[in-house]
């Protein structure tokens, strides 16, 4: 996959933006503020519906304008060319079209564009809490997998359901049996997509480690990274989803005084964990900020080779800031890893740092100034 140019209107400080990327790599350099971070999370609007910084459309928006856009044209495998538009009008909310056809189901965009994005804020990956290692799995297991987005949709707005059930019986609320009743109304759902949810993240992992120790020994020699899956289901269930099912079924019924005792759910993927491990130890408690890096570049290097081997299309990269975060030994090997195997978009201050790629990785260099980008 390809992105060929970009349109960007009153989004951050990007009044009016028109880009030809090279098919390469891209550098935006400039100084802070001048609008570098913007144009990649313009581009992850284009491949994920949103910003990988901003947990709000409304935060991206030009502060003076009452609209944003961005315009992408992909090319994408067999020469075919398409266009994602992104529109957002506060009050009205966010339409996203697929060659002029309004997509409601963003989980489909999600699907067709695969990105791997390492920013600054990535770092949560590794060193944050279970759920920033949740969300990174889930949406890479979303990103090669349609129905998986809907999949963990649904969980949540079960597990709702029920925890409000649980909680209510537990303050007295309603009576135990009419609670029991109502429970049992969701139980057999919630079985359901806590069996698919956890088949697919047991499957993945199955898959995803060869690519992740592979790109892990690429800057890292002589240490043994791991990433585990701690559910209370048995990792060798992984191929078996009846058995996943039937697990789950048990467990409910096993925790049921406990779970109206707590008033809440006890048993689900929502409480599973990935554990980082390197050489046996966990890594958000004992590795160095070197090895911390390196697993994080490696996860990315992992996901970019993985969905390339899933996906039909060759994901896009984004690396914002990432010889300030990385290092320059370790954004430089990862950008010879994967520079010319696929397109990428890198930003930063530095240009001393371009010389570096001229000899072996074609590339297309922008300066970003107030919210103007030039070719240079
Ligand atoms: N909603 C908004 N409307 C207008 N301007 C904004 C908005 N949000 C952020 N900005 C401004 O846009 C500018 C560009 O921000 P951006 O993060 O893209 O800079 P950058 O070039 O990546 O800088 P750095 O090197 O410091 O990371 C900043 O001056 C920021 O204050
Ligand atoms: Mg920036």
């Not at 144009?39 to 519906?49: K, N, R």
């Not at 109502?182 to 995803?208: G, P």
């Not at 048990?250 to 599973?272: F, H, N, S, Y």
């Not at 990935?274 to 570049?297: C, M, T, Y």
Request: hydrophobic residues 40%; proline residues 2%.
């Amino acid at each position: 996959m390809i992105l060929r140019t970009i349109e960007i209107k009153n989004f951050r400080n990007h009044i009016h933006t028109k880009i030809e990327f090279s098919e390469n790599l891209n550098l935006f350099v400039g100084g802070n503020a001048q609008g570098k971070t913007s144009i990649l999370e313009a581009i992850s609007y284009l491949c994920l519906t949103r910003s990988f910084n901003a947990n709000s459309d409304s935060y991206v928006l030009n502060f003076n304008s009452n609209f944003f856009e961005v315009t992408g044209l992909f090319e994408l495998q067999g020469g075919h060319e398409t266009i994602i538009r992104v529109f957002f009008e506060p009050g009205r909310g966010k339409k996203v079209f697929l060659n002029k056809e309004n997509i409601e189901k963003f989980s489909i965009i999600i699907n067709k564009f695969p990105v791997v994005i390492l920013a600054p804020k990535s770092k949560e990956i590794v060193l944050g809490s279970p759920d920033d290692r949740r969300k990174f799995f889930d949406l890479t297991i979303a990103q090669s997998n349609p129905a998986y987005i809907d999949e963990l949709l649904e969980h949540k707005k079960i597990l709702k359901q029920r925890n409000k059930i649980l909680n209510a019986i537990s303050a007295g609320e309603i009576k135990f049996e009419q609670g029991i009743d109502l429970l049992e109304v969701w139980d057999e759902s919630f079985i359901n997509q806590c069996a698919k949810i956890t088949f697919r993240r047991l499957k993945f992992l199955k898959e995803f480690i060869s690519f992740f120790k592979e790109a892990y020994s690429k800057f890292e020699t002589n240490e043994n990274p791991e990433i585990e899956y701690t559910s209370k289901v048995e990792a060798n269930f992984d191929d078996n989803f009846d058995m996943i099912r039937e697990f789950f079924k048990d467990m409910l019924l096993k925790l049921r005084q406990e779970e109206i005792k707590r008033g809440m759910t006890l048993v689900g993927p929502q409480r599973d964990e990935f554990i980082f491990k390197i050489n046996g130890h966990e890594l958000r408690r004992f590795a160095s900020q070197g090895q911390a890096k390196s697993f994080l570049v490696s996860l990315a290097v992992a996901k970019f080779f993985y969905l390339k081997e899933k996906k039909s299309e060759t994901p896009i990269l984004l690396l914002d800031d990432v010889f300030g975060e990385f290092d320059i030994v370790r954004a430089q090997k990862l950008i010879s890893i994967v520079g010319n195997v696929g397109q990428s978009f890198l930003t930063s201050t530095d240009l001393n740092f371009v010389p570096m790629f001229t000899e072996r990785i074609k590339f297309k260099k922008f300066i970003v100034s107030s919210g103007t980008v030039q070719d240079a």
